[in-house]
């Protein structure tokens, strides 16, 4: 038995079906007992006409990272396919069309930039399409059943997966599917010489129950609804719109509700209302809508009342990139606002763990009565991957709310001074609750209190409440543990963390001494744990798409020693390779 990890792109026009095939074939190879992780690119117009690529990787090992690098190649469109051809490895396998329907010029052909070494397959995907259909709409199909004849892979599981992908579609449409994709197969079996080393046939099969193939997205709609989320408001923004889109749908059942505002100054308004009436309330956004939310930040964190805002990060500044991803939202989400506004930033590493953050935001947000936010970024939200069924929270995630007792009713005061710096909290329409709440600066009846003693005693109140978040952070990811000493140390944040990890295994095998380091909750950040990290370390390296090292300026405010950048801005998620050639450069 032979181990498998590879890495398919399908590369394609939009319309062209592009992003349903990848769909397919992950499904497909997750029902086979194979882990995956796959990730789509497409253009930013709803209805444009650019290049989209369908990127899958396929392992018999957990996958914590898409791969960079490309084995096979499937050309829907020669001249998109041209510009992917970068990142197909040397030895790899390009699948084209060699008679498309308007001949290509002679510098247009994706075969003709295909370098020495690489094995092109010639498929008639155009003709077959055609033959199958009498139209070009199942290429993708066709494709297919070329790259499962090729890869000697389960026909009959393929064409299930096909059926399972269309079955809501009318009869006729699933069978042009499934006869486009027998005609790839069968005139690639029988026409085609096999002389590559791919081959499924005796891949070792990881032994594994069922798992879920879902996204960030669809994870943090889920864990909103199992967390007892009651309202919801919003504006559509790419790439959180799919969460507004799921809870339109589902949180109705569950007794909530949701609200399509005008803009995202409405969305965080109505949001703040909401858990001031006591609810547990949520926005989703990207960074130009967060950058809209700033203002209402504040009034959330003075006026205590429980917000979560879901930032999906994509490429900036301003409205960027909208169908790229980045981690540029650092700065804005830890330190945005005005005054010493202290509130609480999680980053999921990876996509299971977005479920467990939402969870999480939601009960620190109404156990502290602050504002949380969740950091996602585009490769987050819509990346797929297999996983483990995510526990249902505990009863203790559910209903977090400190009210007050009946005592303290006698003479309400809402921002009482405590220990903890949580102050008991009274929904309105409690007898006896009444309070004042404003964005002014208050005493502990929350009436307007501008003294340099009231001011100094509440911002001490805030900020004691916030650094004790610190106890119910998750520990740290540590990827290796049981060393005294390292000589490279990698420390990530969000989805960086899944590739710094790979990265950190694949330098061990290679006998370079380095363990990675992650924290998902970003703010208030756990220091201590990060230090007696550091110390353990010659070197640091801080990996992370954005362009200026956001968070590596962080983490050396904290650690006060120099630390190496790894820092990319192309759009894409973070690759392994990358952050191992640069640990083994240092």
């Known amino acids: 038995m032979n181990d498998i990890n590879i890495v398919i792109e399908i590369c394609g026009s939009a319309g062209e079906g592009t992003i349903s095939a990848g769909e397919i074939l992950s499904r ?77 010029k002679e510098d247009k052909s994706v075969v003709g930039w295909a370098q020495p070494g690489i094995i092109s397959y010639g498929i008639p995907l155009n003709m077959l399409a055609h033959k199958a259909t009498g139209n070009a709409r199942g290429m993708n199909m066709v494709s297919l059943g070329a790259l499962a004849a090729l890869l000697q892979v389960d026909k009959k599981g393929f064409i299930e997966s096909i059926k399972v992908r269309y079955a809501k579609k009318k009869q006729i449409v699933i069978d042009s599917n499934v006869n486009s994709f027998l005609e790839g197969f069968d005139f690639t079996k029988e026409n085609i010489k096999k002389i590559d080393p791919y081959s499924f046939k005796t891949a070792r099969v990881p032994k594994q129950k069922e798992k879920l193939i879902i996204n960030g997205n669809q994870l943090v709609a889920q864990a909103a609804l199992d967390a007892n989320l009651s309202f919801y408001a919003g504006y559509p923004i790419t790439p959180a719109t799919k969460i507004m889109e799921i809870l339109s749908r589902e949180l109705p059942k569950h007794g909530g509700t949701l609200l399509q505002t005008e803009d995202e100054i409405s969305a965080i308004g109505a949001v703040i209302g909401a858990g001031f009436g006591g609810k547990r309330a949520m926005t989703a956004t990207s960074g130009p809508g967060f950058a809209l939310m700033t203002e209402f930040t504040g009034l959330s964190v003075m006026a205590e009342v429980p917000a979560v805002i879901i ?71 819509n990346s797929i991957k297999n996983i483990d069924a995510p526990q249902k929270p505990l009863q203790k995630y559910l209903d977090a709310n400190i009210a007050p007792d009946k005592e303290e009713l006698l003479d309400y005061q809402r921002y009482k001074i405590t220990e903890t710096g949580i102050s008991p909290r009274a929904i309105p329409g409690t007898p006896g609750g009444i ?18 003693a009231g001011h100094l005693k509440m911002t001490q109140k805030r900020f004691r409440k916030f650094n004790s978040v610190l106890s119910e952070a998750p520990a740290p990811e540590i990827s290796i543990t049981g060393k005294d000493k390292f000589d490279i140390g990698v420390i990530s944040w969000g989805s960086s963390a899944g ?53 590596a300026r962080f983490a050396a405010s904290i650690l006060k020693r120099p630390v190496e950048r790894l820092n990319f801005i192309t759009g894409r998620p973070m690759a392994s390779e990358d952050i191992l050639q640069k640990i083994r450069d240092m």
Request: with cysteine; charged share 20%; hydrophobic share 35%.
């Open 28 to 104: 497909f190879m997750s029902g086979q007992g194979f882990e995956i992780m796959s990730f789509d690119s497409y253009p930013a117009e709803i209805r444009g006409f650019g290049k989209c690529v369908a990127h899958t990787r396929i392992s018999s090992d957990p996958i914590y990272s898409p791969g960079k690098f490309v084995d096979v190649l499937i050309s829907l469109n020669d001249n998109h396919a041209i510009s992917q051809l970068p990142s197909l490895k040397k030895t790899g396998l390009l699948i084209y069309d060699n008679q498309p329907a308007i001949p290509h």
């Open 311 to 381: 930032d999906s990060q994509r490429a900036g500044p301003s409205t960027g990139m909208p169908t790229k991803t980045e981690q540029s939202d650092f700065n804005s989400a830890v330190f945005g606002g005005t005054g010493d506004c202290p509130r609480i930033v999680l980053a999921p590493t990876d996509t299971k763990s977005c479920y467990d953050a939402t969870v999480l935001a939601l009960y620190l947000a109404e156990k502290y009565q602050t504002l949380v936010v969740l950091l996602l970024d585009f490769f987050l939200s």
């Open 499 to 551: 590739a710094a990890h790979e990265a950190v295994i694949a330098a061990q095998k290679q006998g370079i001494n380095a363990s990675s380091f992650s924290s998902m909750m970003i703010s208030p950040y756990p220091e201590k744990a990060l230090i007696e990290f550091s110390d353990k370390c010659k070197k640091i390296l801080i990996p992370e798409l954005n362009f200026s090292g956001q968070f």
């Open 435 to 452: 309070f004042f709440s404003t964005g002014l600066e208050h005493d502990e009846y929350g009436r307007p209190d501008y003294s340099q």
